[in-house]
């Protein structure tokens, strides 16, 4: 009890969840993270500790063997959460890892939490993950970031607002009307099909404030020059290669 009353007087860790191949949980502060792993592989390490160091933070990795992988991540951060009184602030999640237990998963995290600062998700190869990302997104909401990645050519979704930052590494399945509805400020589409005449007159729209006035960043690949020029014919702009500014794109 006196732990628990410490600890959650000063909460100053972040907790990650992940699950890509194998589930983990990652605890962080200033100097310092934790990471906790289970595989269900017995060559990989079982309980032994790696240090790592790397620039001013240090890096502490356990990996435990468990023919229960997923039902022992959830048990575990279902005591760190206990003890450390914290929510996690970033889930990653790799949905063609265990896609016997995605509802499971879905389930407990719905009783778990309905905001997260930070959401990765990625699903390459079943079908069936459209209709658990959607799930998913029905009821946890990312304010931070958005990160969709990986996903089948006939992914089919409808994006959530809420986040302030959204990047799609696979945006085939995000058509020119479904472009004007997003409303993050910050919009990263890789792999986009919207054509140059098409992200024109979108930013004809933006500048005269009849679309999207929360845009602060757009970052669209496009397949060459001449895509680059059709988007922007009549447009008022100037080339820039000014570090600050190209750092608004990296974020």
């Known amino acids: 009890m006196t ?5 959650r007087n000063k909460p100053k860790f972040q907790v990650l969840l992940g699950v890509y191949q194998e589930p983990y949980i990652s605890i962080a502060r200033q100097h310092e993270s934790w990471e ?5 592989n017995p060559q990989d390490i079982n309980g032994r500790m790696k240090t790592k160091k790397h620039t001013d933070r240090i890096f502490y990795r356990i990996i435990k063997y468990s023919e229960n992988p997923i039902e022992e991540w959830m048990i575990a951060y279902d ?8 929510r996690f602030d970033a889930l990653r999640w790799e949905f063609d890892s265990y896609p016997n237990q995605n509802r499971l998963i879905i389930d407990w995290i719905r009783n778990v939490q309905k905001y997260v600062n930070e959401l990765k998700i990625a699903c390459a190869k079943r079908k069936e993950c459209n209709d658990e990302v959607k799930d998913l997104l029905s009821f946890l909401k990312a304010t931070g970031r958005l990160r969709l990645e990986n996903h089948r050519d006939d992914f089919e979704l409808k994006i959530p607002q809420d986040a302030l930052h959204l990047h799609v590494d696979s945006s085939k399945f995000i ?8 409303n993050h400020p910050k919009i990263a589409l890789f792999r986009s099909i919207l054509s140059g005449k098409e992200i024109n007159r979108f930013l004809k729209k933006w500048m005269a404030c009849e679309a999207h006035l929360r845009l602060e960043v757009l970052a669209i690949h496009i397949p060459g020059i001449q895509a680059l020029h059709d988007i922007m014919r009549g447009l008022p702009h100037e080339w820039t290669t000014d570090p600050e500014t190209m750092k608004l794109f990296e974020e």
């Open 175 to 182: 058509k020119y009307k479904q472009f004007l509805r997003l």
């Open 79 to 86: 005591h760190i959460r206990e003890v450390l009184g914290c």
């Open 3 to 7: 732990v628990k009353s410490f600890l």
């Open 36 to 40: 906790y792993g289970w595989t269900t």
